[in-house]
């Protein structure tokens, strides 16, 4: 062990890593790599771990001309000089991130920073990566020296396999993973979530944080199992720690009063001393216990999150404090300019709450409502068409209030011809506010089961909406990019599983399948809800019902005017 243990403190280090007999790891096989990670197989061993790193990191496909060892013995002096490391500032980059110590003795603390210098010369392309210090600090306890954690660490960032992404590096790709995590949370952790809403003035802000729990507030002990399954199964595995680490924290704290006066506050220090509540082996078991979507689904919302980034400017941190990040909540849905005859200010703001993260963004804007427009389903189309996503609001003449969230253009209906088609993605759902709030989302979400996802499609920007019936493409796919993509895309059981919404001169449909949650009649005047296999909802009103006023709204995109 003794060549792995340069920049060790073993009085702070797990004294059981020294302890267990040496073993050695033969497979190559990834299903069994996978099993032997997450099990902890290497976790016991210090210098086996530091063999394994070093094997699953050199089999990383990299840029030809990635650095190495050799290229940091030849640029430290040069760029360190004689002067003490702990004086050097940081590259901004780094952003003030925690560089955590770990189990760091004081040559190991010093050499994080000669490392991230020495990495910041020769990556001038990387603009934003607070993961990064935690990530050499790790490292650097199963190094034999400096040079060989620099080079490790360069092939992480070099990596050049499209499908493995594996450390943010720009201020695009850390944000959109952000509204990447918000999302996840709110469709896998909807009862944190609404704590978050409830208690934070910016519920994207303390999401925002997703990263620093896990590279600067997680013990060493806890980071080192969630790095070994991460070099094997790639990013999608911080995701879930990240979501495993927010459930516990509801479980831990829920029904009691926050502790300083910043729920971000609370959540790291929780992470911090997670200790005194979940083990290492307990916090695995829960992140992969988590039925997430496959990675191209993820892939899929990163991709869309990125676009409505860039499509809004919004590539670069500000230097400004008041970053335009997403519209939170309180300040999407405005309390003087929003009004409804359906819905109040706040049940707007819980809708709100509930939208992906990329419409979030924007404010409410009134498309069509029958006390303005009349009672016609034409004209409510004609109003309604040219907007993607759009709510559906419904108050019936019981003063019962439910609705729809639709993810894709009325206009796309018209694709099945004649026939009455499907269409839409599953982001669509359905809910209600009156007389108790209810949420049903796409039934795939709790039983990915029933999915089994399909053959990759040979364009990955297809079109979000396309219908059962049709498989034409709309001229610029590219604009059409979604997550959870329209049902062709999956070996499902049977259709009724994506019947998420559809439209003719006679009736709108959403959620299909032994029943509608939905059907309005062409006057807009009546109304029928039952169960539906699409959402698995229960009625969202009585299930026969008279329409008192129905509105639809659209997404203003507040930053290009």
């Known amino acids: 062990m003794d060549e792995y243990n340069r920049f060790v403190d073993w009085d702070k280090m797990d004294v059981t890593v020294q302890s267990q007999d040496a073993k050695e790891l033969t497979c190559t096989e990834f299903q069994e790599l996978k099993q032997l990670a997450r099990q902890g197989y290497w976790a016991k061993n210090h210098s086996l771990r530091a063999k394994v790193y070093q094997k699953l990191i050199s089999n990383i496909p990299c840029r030809t001309v990635t650095p190495d060892a050799n290229v940091y013995r030849d640029i430290v002096v040069k760029i360190v000089g004689k002067r003490n490391s702990s004086s050097l500032p940081l590259p901004e980059f780094v952003d003030n991130s925690l560089v955590p110590t770990y189990c760091l003795n004081a040559e190991g603390i010093g050499a994080v920073r000669k490392i991230i210098l020495c990495i910041a010369n020769q990556f001038p392309d990387i603009s934003f990566c607070p993961a990064l210090p935690s990530v050499i600090a790790l490292l650097l306890h199963y190094s034999k020296d400096e040079a060989e954690c620099f080079e490790q660490v360069c092939r992480i960032l070099a990596c050049n396999d499209p499908s493995k992404r594996l450390i943010d590096q720009t201020f695009l790709a850390f944000e959109s993973s952000c509204m990447t995590f918000g999302d996840l949370v709110n469709k896998y952790c909807q009862a944190a979530h609404k704590l978050m809403v409830a208690v934070s003035e910016d519920v994207l802000e303390v999401y925002s944080d997703w990263q620093r729990w896990l590279f600067g507030e997680l013990p060493m002990v806890y980071i080192a199992r969630v790095f070994d399954v991460f070099l094997v199964e790639g990013y999608k595995v911080l995701y879930r720690v990240a979501l495993a680490l927010l459930k516990f924290f509801h479980k831990v704290r829920a029904g009691q009063p926050l502790e300083s006066d910043s729920i971000q506050q609370d959540i ?10 979940v083990s290492p082996e307990r916090l695995l078991e829960k992140a992969f216990a988590i039925r997430l979507f496959s990675r191209k689904e993820i892939q899929l919302l990163q991709m869309a999150n990125e676009k409505a980034l ?35 200010v706040k049940e707007m703001r ?3 709450s509930w939208i992906p993260e990329r419409f979030a963004l924007c404010q409410p804007l009134l498309l069509f409502t029958t006390l303005e427009h009349g009672c016609s389903l034409s004209r409510f189309y004609s109003h309604s068409e040219g907007h993607e996503p759009t709510l559906l609001l419904i108050k019936t003449t019981a003063k019962e209030v439910c609705g729809a969230y639709l993810s894709t253009d009325w206009s796309e209906r018209r694709r099945g011809g ?16 009156q007389p108790e709030v209810e949420r049903y989302e796409w039934v795939i979400i709790k039983h990915p089961e029933l999915a089994t996802a399909g053959s990759e499609p040979e364009n990955h920007t297809s079109p ?20 959870f993509l329209s049902a062709r895309h999956f070996n499902l059981p049977s259709k009724t599983a994506s019947m998420f919404m559809a439209g003719s001169s006679e009736c709108i449909i959403i959620g299909g ?11 807009l005047n009546h109304g029928r809800t039952s169960h539906c296999n699409t959402f698995n909802n229960q009625p969202l009103c009585s299930e026969n019902f008279q329409i008192s006023v129905l509105e639809v709204w659209g997404f203003r995109d507040t930053m290009n005017g």
């Open 464 to 483: 979000a909406g396309s219908t059962l019936a049709s498989s034409s493409v709309p001229p610029d796919p590219s604009d059409r990019l979604s997550p």
């Open 418 to 433: 004649n026939k009455l088609s499907f269409f839409g993605t599953g982001e669509c759902f359905v809910f209600r506010l």
């Open 310 to 344: 860039q499509q809004k400017g919004i590539t670069v941190k500000q230097k400004s404090v008041a970053s335009p990040k997403r519209q939170n909540v309180h300040l999407a849905v405005h309390a003087e300019n929003f009004k409804s005859e359906i819905v109040s």
């Open 513 to 523: 399948g032994d029943g509608q949650a939905l059907y309005l009649d062409a006057d």
């Open 350 to 352: 819980d809708i709100w």
């Open 268 to 277: 790291r220090a929780f992470v911090r001393d997670i200790a005194k509540s």
